[in-house]
């Protein structure tokens, strides 16, 4: 009966989201551009002087998106071509870029590369000022991130997420948060900025507790047998230090620190994570036309895990302690180069240094599973070249991988070491000649080398089908992966402030390496090749700020996917996992009378599946998510104010699976006073 509501709701909704693009297409075009964007160019750029999509969610847009399971992720729900799934408050994001897998589209914190799965957990909303969200090939100016750890490396095929810290501080600004709702969940976040002198400074702490619910479908491996506790608590702070009047040469520094910790349901079940993450770099206006930057950083992974007999007939004693360290270290040095009329070159070097180490602890000691040291290396150059009203970009890069590994699976591997080196190339175009509509195309290619984890997994060879052994089993045999991706657009006007953007897309990879459901109970998978990936859409994106008090969006993606593999018949024509053919998004904001603001989301997600094996893969049905958040002012005086707020989340309660056997919880709230002054 819900996946026959589900599925009436998302063909009833489906005539929203097509009668909104419609009207606003059939209007007459006057572009409306956003501001200046940094990460196509990793300079503070006119949108009109960059070829690919860029959209911007600021902070204030953030606070009215609700996101229950505390990800940054949550907040490209609504982005068209994106499909998040968050599995649950204490696990990962598994959805989709560009109809490819999770790790086809990188996340950087202020260009330097994070990871996808782990930092979208640790970090906080109010600790960025905005999320930049590139959409369709990066070009060269970005590399891979090193990470071994879930699905592995991350390349930007599919696009990028840069999120920006807070940088210039006009001034003094102090918030505080605090709210409480579902499953007796607490939070409190406090946040301050400041500028002293050519210093800009800012920081903040979020605490969280919560008895949380159930997550996962009836009889599931999870087996919860109370509800799965946790306790969260997050510390950043960063600033800039301009080193001249002008602003023109600046260093700057962010950290942050996550705690994770909690059981899942059980009572040797237990998981305490931590999450570290710094970096710095400088800035400098070397000539009136040379720009240099240099950046570094140091990422830390730290989780552990318990494990209990439970699924060998009901025992509940603690079977062994598992964990995974991680430390990736990035440099960066760029020079950019300005030229012509606009014009810019940039050239540069960036690396990469992890150590990847797996153990599990039965009771008699640390014992080691996978330990390995990688590399990667990259020099890169790109010009963006203004010609009238010609945008013309093209790049290079060369690009080399290697690990180096002392253990896979507990033992000394048959080969210690492997590298690869390839030389990745990208274009852009655009044209803003025409008052109403601008065209815009992109191509490049990316390259992604094999993980240990995917190749040395977290199980041995022979816990396949063991009851209790949940993790990811070792593919020694895995290639490498190389893939195109590519773009062509319009961005239009119309009046009334409207404006929409059309594009479609196609990636191709081959040998894409994608994660493959082997079993529900126990919960094990693994990383194979699927062969040829094929996947192609077309995105319809609207949006008008009608007035200072209504604004809305609309946008539709059709995505279609296709695995082409000679080498096994069972994956052959079969589909990307997690990726949905039909997927909208509709949004509005309303400020009403009394000082109150509603803002409601609706997203709409056609069936996936959770493997690309045709013979046993599960097919997930449609869902929809209704999301509303209501605010009111209960005081306003100069820069002080405070709002009180209801977050509600899937307010139809769709409890809709999800794979490796979770569901969504369903309907929650969150109730709260939030004061700035």
């Known amino acids: 009966m819900n996946g026959q509501l589900a599925g009436w709701r998302v063909e009833a909704t489906w005539g929203i989201v097509v009668s909104l693009g419609t009207i606003a297409i059939a209007a007459e075009p006057t572009i409306q551009m ?76 202020d260009g330097l590369p994070v990871d996808a799965f782990i930092d979208t957990q640790a970090l ?15 070009g060269a100016l970005y590399p891979n991130y090193l990470a071994q750890d879930f699905a592995g490396n991350q390349s930007p095929l599919a696009g990028t997420v840069n999120m920006i810290p807070h940088r210039v501080v006009s001034a003094p600004r102090t918030r505080v948060d605090v709210g409480g709702g579902s499953y007796n969940t607490w939070r409190l976040r406090g946040a301050h900025e400041n500028r002293i002198g050519r210093l800009s400074v800012f920081g903040g702490a979020m605490y969280e507790d919560s008895d949380y619910t159930d997550y996962g479908t009836e009889n599931s491996w999870l087996g919860m047998l109370d509800d799965p506790e946790y306790t969260k608590f997050r510390l950043w702070a960063g600033g800039q230090l301009d080193l001249d009047p002008n602003g023109e040469h600046s260093i700057s520094a962010f950290g942050n620190w996550t705690s994770h910790e909690g059981d899942a349901g059980r009572p040797h079940r237990g998981f305490d994570h931590e999450y570290t993450l710094v970096q710095a770099g400088y800035q400098g206006r070397l000539t009136d036309a040379v720009t240099l930057t240099l950046k570094a950083g140091w990422r830390r992974y730290d989780r552990t895990w318990e494990e209990d007999r439970y699924f060998q007939g009901g025992d509940l004693s603690l079977a062994a302690n598992n964990g995974v360290r991680q430390s990736i270290v990035p440099v960066d040095l760029m020079f950019q180069i300005e030229h012509g009329q606009g014009s810019r070159l940039s050239v540069g070097v960036d690396a990469q240094w992890a150590d990847y180490e797996t153990w599990t602890d039965p009771g008699s000691g640390e014992q080691i599973g996978n330990d390995s040291r990688s590399s990667q290396y990259g020099v ?46 990208s274009a852009g175009l655009r044209y803003n000649g025409w008052a109403d509509v601008t065209p815009f195309a992109n191509v490049g290619s990316s390259f992604v080398a094999p993980s240990l984890k995917s190749v040395g997994g977290t199980l041995r060879p022979d816990d396949r089908g063991v009851p209790g052994r949940n993790g990811q089993l070792p593919n020694p045999d895995l290639d490498p992966e190389s893939g195109i991706g590519a773009d062509v657009g319009l961005h239009l006007a119309g009046p009334w402030k409207s404006a929409a953007t059309l594009r479609a897309f196609l990636n191709v990879i081959e040998d894409a390496i994608v994660e493959n459901v082997v079993s529900q109970s126990p919960s094990q998978s693994q990383s194979v090749n699927a062969g040829r990936t094929q996947a192609w859409g077309v995105e319809v994106d609207l949006r008008q700020p009608v007035a200072s008090w209504l604004s809305w969006f609309a946008n539709y993606t059709f995505t279609q996917t296709e695995i082409d593999n000679d080498v096994d018949p069972d994956q052959d024509g079969s589909d990307v996992p997690f990726v949905p053919t039909h997927m909208g998004n509709v949004g509005l904001t309303v400020s009403l009378p009394w000082d109150v603001t509603v803002a409601g989301y609706l997203h709409l997600a056609s069936s996936i599946y959770d493997s690309t094996s045709k013979s046993s893969r599960r097919k997930f049905d449609s869902s929809e998510v209704v999301n509303v958040e209501v605010r009111k002012g209960l005081y306003r005086s100069g820069r002080q104010s405070v709002d009180a707020y209801v977050e509600l989340y899937n307010i139809t309660n769709n409890q809709f699976e999800m794979p490796w056997q979770f569901k969504d919880p369903g309907f929650s709230a969150m109730v709260g006073i939030q004061a700035s002054f």
């Open 124 to 138: 906080d909303p109010w600790a960025v000022e905005r999320l930049e969200v590139q959409r369709g090939p990066t």
């Open 34 to 109: 956003p501001e200046i964007v940094v990460t196509a160019s990793r300079a503070p750029t006119a949108a009109t002087n960059v070829t690919q999509v860029v959209t911007l969610i600021r902070d204030v847009d953030a606070e009215t998106m609700v996101a229950p399971k505390a990800n940054m992720a949550e907040l490209l729900t609504w982005q068209p071509g994106t499909h998040i799934t968050v599995l649950s408050r204490n696990d990962a994001n598994w959805g989709s870029y560009g109809g490819v897998g999770p790790k086809y589209s990188t996340w950087m914190l």
């Open 380 to 425: 890169f150059l790109q010009e963006e070249y203004l010609l009238g009203p010609w945008v013309v970009r093209g790049g290079a890069r060369l690009a080399w991988t290697g690990h180096d590994i002392d253990r896979l699976g507990g033992t000394a591997p048959g080969q210690d070491s492997d590298d690869w080196t390839r030389v990745l190339w």
